[in-house]
């Protein structure tokens, strides 16, 4: 993988982490694309992954910071609460994790059909949770311990190339009722832990085997870098699309692009 190669797949990662539009999907168009796909991807898939949570910590600081002073206190508080909702939301995630790891994996890497499949599925998950709401009008409520274990559900289920994770948990809490500039919020935050303790643990590994110098560090930083930058944007941007209910154009570029990669590994 050139250095420039990694800019590209960089700024895909970074753009589409936050949009509901899947950014491992998208990784792995980009990388049949331009023929980099091969052992080295997921060391890089591992760094673009952290620089985007670091884009979430650097948009979301104040509210990150807010949590962190009320979790250490004596009383139970909002702050704590909501760390709670949370925590509940990382189990499913985990359960994945830890036991179904090496099965995850085996579906990276494995050609675009999947990931059509997943992304025609987030297209129809967007649309209709868009559709409910405007139908419904209504104003919504706060994540509750359920909703976040239900989102939690859809978070490790969007562990599949294509499935959109944050189209997924947006559109399950909005399903669920959920108000929109709640439900952006908790999406963001409820990843943070999961993807930078996996991501610590996976560059442990990396760094002591030999798939970081077949890959080497030039492309790695470029593609950190870039990810990071357009990360930041485009998280702020996702909470003011949510927010404005435009979900609907994502679910029609879902559409587009599931069936045109479809039929790309079919030809």
Known sequence: MSWLEALI??????LTEFLPVSSSGHLEIGQAILGTAGEENLSFAIVVHVATVLSTLVILWREVERLFKGTFTTQWNQEKDYVMKIGVSMIPVFVVGMFFKDEVEAFFGNGLLLVGVCLIVTAGMLALSEWLQRRHQQEGHEVTYRDALVIGIAQACA???????????????LLCGVKKESVAQFSFLMVLIPILGEAFLDLLDLMQGEVVSSLGWLPLTVGFLAAFVT???ACRFMIEIVRRQRLTYFAIYCLIVGITAIVYELC
């Not at 797949?9 to 970074?14: A, N």
């Open 159 to 173: 562990v599949l190339p294509g499935l959109s994770r944050s189209g997924t948990t947006i559109a399950t809490g």
């Open 231 to 233: 990360g930041c944007f």
């Open 9 to 14: 797949l960089g700024i895909v990662q970074g």
